[in-house]
């Protein structure tokens, strides 16, 4: 009789031990998915990062871009302003014959030269005459670099947003 009641409380606790184990299974289970879940996500955070850095590297070099461009329009900008004036205190130009240019450079310069000559020559006279200083043509070359640069601005703040949109998208 004593062998029965043992046999019977050992099977209650077989039962119960069958029991926990598969409720630990489970947990074991769902702690294996969550552990896959985890590991997804941080394959996704690394590939965002370097997204990021990728962004950052070329956000970088778009501003270091937008500088040189700035730096070259002020510096367009100071020429325009001491050619205006030179032209403005020089007598009116004298149009010569042409000389045989030494190279295509000197061809250019020539070119450019009686270019501005011809376009300065009108304003020059202006200015004489009156006290009011000239009216710019519509399209100088200083409104065309400042419409570049206007141009390149928006250009620039487009990437920007898309970048940051990249950025905070993943």
Avoid: C, W
Avoid at 123 to 139: C, D, G, I, N
Wanted: glycine content about 4%; aromatic content about 2%; overall charge positive.
């Amino acid at each position: 009789m004593t062998g029965i009641i043992l046999d019977a409380i050992l099977m209650l606790l077989l039962v119960a031990a069958i029991g926990y184990g598969i409720r630990l299974e489970r947990k074991l289970t769902q702690l294996r998915a969550g552990q896959l879940a985890f590991a997804g996500a941080v394959t996704e955070l690394n590939t965002a990062a370097g997204r990021a850095e990728n962004a950052l590297a070329s956000l970088r070099l778009s501003g270091e871009e937008a500088d040189l461009l700035h730096d070259r329009i002020i510096k367009a900008r100071a020429l325009k302003m001491e050619l205006e004036s030179l032209i403005a205190r020089g007598p009116a130009p004298v149009v010569t014959a042409p000389h045989a240019p030494a190279t295509e450079d000197d061809a250019r310069a020539n070119e450019i030269a009686a270019a501005l000559l011809r376009r300065a020559a009108p304003m020059a006279s202006r200015e004489r005459e009156s006290t009011m200083p000239p009216r710019p043509a519509p399209l100088t070359p200083v409104s065309l670099a400042m419409a570049a640069n206007q141009a390149a601005q928006q250009s620039l703040n487009r990437a920007r947003r898309r970048m940051d949109e990249d950025l905070f998208a993943a």
